[in-house]
């Protein structure tokens, strides 16, 4: 069990995405405490992978910026070992089955325990794969969390009661990134998701303004934010972590 | 071969976005409502022989086999068939299975444009929407086939990102999947991503085998020592292996492009040179770095540029059924050369690999022992390519 539980007992939950590394690892440290102390109650931080068929243009640029400069696992390691000196905000990794799989699983996994991660959100690992990294997550204490897509339909009961941590519904088909509109069914979604786990669940994929996270946020237990925050620090470069720790101001409140 | 979880010992499995898992869990099923079913089968069979042109040759390369002094060799002419290789085979099968689902669009990789044109011809057809992604690099290698794409109808999207190659074309055909499923089946060109796609990939080209061993029990009354084909994903190669994979005496050959040779950084020789890791949907070997990122791969061949290989090829290598050995861009383009003049055939630059290989073992072989060499593709699209790197411009 992590600490995963503590980011819902704030109200609604504003959980924003970083990509470690963009444009450097000490912006990242900025940004990550900029956010904590803006009313982050949840971070994901995202390890960068070479070809990461998840996301769309904005995050894809993000890691191909990170990677070409020089940042790698052990570096990022060491970027959360520091940040846990004084962030105390529960933090989970993103990123895919190969980076964890190729350091070794057990090494990786036994690493995130060691320096305080809670979670391990893998786009690429479905239900059907987590046995490749379940037993080890438990056996750390690391939680595995769990993806449910608008075409999971007779899935999701099944994804829901095997979850741990939270779940992260993804609000739209396709890639990350930011969207004009949301157009799935997303109450019916976490109606399956209630009748099945206690849980809390938060919606990602294409949320950018207030008004939308408010909405998400109204639906579900929180809001999950990548590419909106990803394109302001690609915007600002190393002066990105004024303008996060705003924008994570603002949206928190509008969570309420 | 493949377990339940479409594992080929520790191979495969379905690495992907739990968006896309109900989308392969339909296609599995309908997959296997249909290969049994008479229907299909016979409107499968009826396009491979009538419009597809199979079943396709087993050539006695006389002359080649006079000229290496060693194994008789034979040529499985994959050339041959409607569109110039052996991709035609699978999106045949794929086309028609999509079309009985009530897909009504077709999306597809492509490195070299040969699976690009095959899915664009049955695309054309069948009367469906098609949309093929090729990495920019290889749009300007292959510019002949973008065009045949085009003027089959389909919509080409040069891939920019990453190396923009093979591998960042597979991406963003699976990113173009997840945001559109209902109506779109993917037509993965090759023995790789999640299961299903390479076991009805296998499935569909594994017609190759099967010919092969027809043809030679009739032509020698005995099966071939060996079968030689190359491997990128590797569906040429499954499908030249498959129903010999049973027979232990015939020695099953893959050959790997090994670019500027394996020791070089500039090599696409995944078997030789790779790990074990996931990727694409598919735990298999691949080129990678000690942080599990992908490397940039390089080959002359754009066939063949790609950082993995289909499972079931790892699958075989683990347990010694078959051999990975790498060959040269050099050692290439000289059997290209050689094949052309000493046969009257031009190869595909990728199956060229694998003539290539076979120069290198006819030699070393009895008079009384049969090599078969798949020659996957037909080499027009790579004329100016290695006029390029022979050091003479020519324009098409």
Known sequence: ?256 | MTNPNGRFGIHGGQYIPETLMNAVIELEEAYNHYKNAPEFNRELEELFNEYAGRPSRLYYAEKMTEDLGGAKIYLKREDLNHTGAHKINNVLGQALLAKKMGKTRLIAETGAGQHGVATATAAALMGMECVVFMGEEDTNRQALNVYRMRLLGAEVIPVKTGTATLKDAVSEAMREWTSRISDTHYCLGSVMGPHPFPTIVRDFQAVISKEIKEQIMQKEGRLPDAVVACVGGGSNAIGSFYHFIEDEGVRLIGCEAAGKGIDSFETAATVNTGRVGIFHGMKSYFCQDEYGQIAPVYSISAGLDYPGVGPEHAYLHDIGRAEYVPVTDEEAVNAFEYLARTEGIIPAIESAHAVAHAMKIAPEMGRDQIIVITVSGRGDKDCAAIARYRGEDIYE
């Open chain 1, 1 to 256: 069990m992590s600490n995963i539980g503590k980011a819902f007992e704030n109200g609604k939950a504003f959980i924003p995405f970083i990509t470690c590394g963009d444009p450097d690892l000490e912006t990242t440290a900025a940004v990550v405490r900029a956010a904590a102390a803006n009313g982050a109650d949840l971070i994901e931080l995202g390890i960068p992978f070479s070809d990461p068929t998840a996301e769309g243009p904005v995050i894809q640029g993000a890691n191909l910026r990170a990677l070409n400069g020089g940042v790698t696992t052990d570096k990022i390691f060491d970027l959360v070992r520091d940040l846990r000196r004084d962030v105390e905000v529960p933090m989970v990794f993103m990123t895919y089955a190969n980076v964890v799989f190729s350091y070794g699983s057990e090494r990786f996994i036994s690493t995130c325990r060691e320096i305080g991660i809670d979670g391990l959100i893998l786009p690429d690992v479905p239900y059907e794969e987590k046995e490749e990294f379940l037993p080890i997550c438990r056996r750390y204490g690391v939680d595995l969390i769990s993806l449910i897509a608008p075409t999971s339909e007779d899935r999701i009961a099944m994804i829901a009661r095997e979850a741990e941590g939270f779940l992260y519904i993804v609000s739209s088909l396709g890639v990350t990134g930011v969207r004009s509109e949301i157009k799935t069914d997303l109450g019916a979604i976490v109606e399956t998701v209630r009748q099945n786990t206690d849980i809390p669940c938060a919606i990602g994929f294409g949320i950018s303004t207030p008004e939308q996270a408010a909405k998400m946020a109204g639906i579900s237990d929180g809001a999950i934010v990548g590419s909106a925050i990803v394109r302001l620090i690609g915007e600002h470069g190393k002066d990105a972590p004024e303008y996060v720790g705003e924008y994570v101001k603002r949206m928190k409140e509008a969570l309420g």
